[in-house]
């Protein structure tokens, strides 16, 4: 079993930074793949960002590349989001999730273990 737990959320004016960090437990951490999530009100949840077992390989959809990164520790089990130039379009609850797949997955359906969220409100 594989559990997860999301930090670093906050309240950040527009162009600001946070850090999110998602901590992995279980001892196969490194045979996962991550990904992170979100979630605005009314909308369905959507794919930000994968990392591949080693940190090799990242994925990110346009409206996040290139002011997101994701990235991963395998010795601390944890996994990272670190979001710069926020735009109150980036408000939501952002989850991190674990993939039992060895390739890099914009699909939900691709995680199999899902961390409770945490907030992260952009304000203008």
């Known amino acids: 079993q594989v559990q997860l737990a999301e930090s670093g959320g906050g309240l950040v004016l527009a162009g600001g930074s946070l850090r999110l960090s998602c901590a992995v437990s279980?001892?196969?951490?490194?045979?996962?793949?991550l990904g992170w999530f979100r979630q605005a009100p009314g909308k369905e949840r959507e794919f930000v960002a994968a990392?591949?077992?080693?940190?090799?390989?990242?994925s990110y959809p346009d409206s996040v590349k290139g002011r997101f990164t994701i990235s991963r520790d395998n010795a601390k089990n944890m996994v990272y989001l670190q979001m710069n130039s926020l735009k109150p379009e980036d408000t939501a609850v952002y989850y991190c999730?674990?993939?039992?797949?060895?390739?890099?997955?914009?699909?939900?359906?691709?995680?199999?273990?899902w961390g409770q969220g945490t907030q992260v409100t952009v304000s203008s």
């Open positions: 279980g001892r196969t951490f490194s045979s996962y793949g």
């Open positions: 990392i591949n077992r080693n940190g090799g390989s990242t």
């Open positions: 999730a674990a993939s039992p797949y060895y390739y890099l997955s914009m699909s939900m359906t691709s995680y199999s273990y």
